[in-house]
């Protein structure tokens, strides 16, 4: 099926330790995004990429890296985790400003 | 600063009835408004936008919004409401100056429609 494939869909980690969130999709969306879901926050935009080859902070970008990889495949690494990073991570594409976003189905990640 | 406000953390309606979801936003100029629903354990799905023309659009499900500049208010609606339509929905706005890239979600009202 077309979409945004996200993986892994669970995670638990060890404060201190790393990982990378992968995304991907088939779409051929010129723009990705990461968000961050919290019970009562809504979702925050962690970092986003507008085309291919360019990436920008969003609203909580401390402690992600990104990698837009190529059209399709947009990364999120976590170089140290923290507790405070545990919540349910969301990838998105869009085709411009004005097309509404297709989500991936989510990576709960939990860090103890 | 944007921003949006959904008042209602919750919603209860009873099947047949009509609901309403509002959504007040903060944006200067002329934003871009989006619904999402979002299923347990799913992510986002998108419903409708508001980009110009029309106030009243129409969206997946029979949902539609009626966008209101003066009140600045994009509320969501269904002239019938089913059990399945039970979900959490989010509100989102996008300024489109500077490309548009930065949309912001309300913090989402839970709807439950009871058989």
Redesign the interface.
Known sequence: NAGVTQTPKFQVLKTGQSMTLQCAQDMNHNSMYWYRQDPGMGLRLIYYSASEGTTDKGEVPNGYNVSRLNKREFSLRLESAAPSQTSVYFCASSDGASGGYTFGSGTRLTVV | AQS?AQPEDQVNVAEGNPLTVKCTYSVSGNP?L?W?VQYP??????LL?Y?TGDNLVKGSYGFEAEFNKSQTSFHLKKPSALVSDSALY?CAV?D?RG??????????TRLFVKA
């Open positions: 949006v871009y989006f999402y354990n799913r992510g986002l799905q998108f936008k980009i989010f996008r489109p490309g548009g890239f930065k949309t912001i979600f309300g913090a989402g």
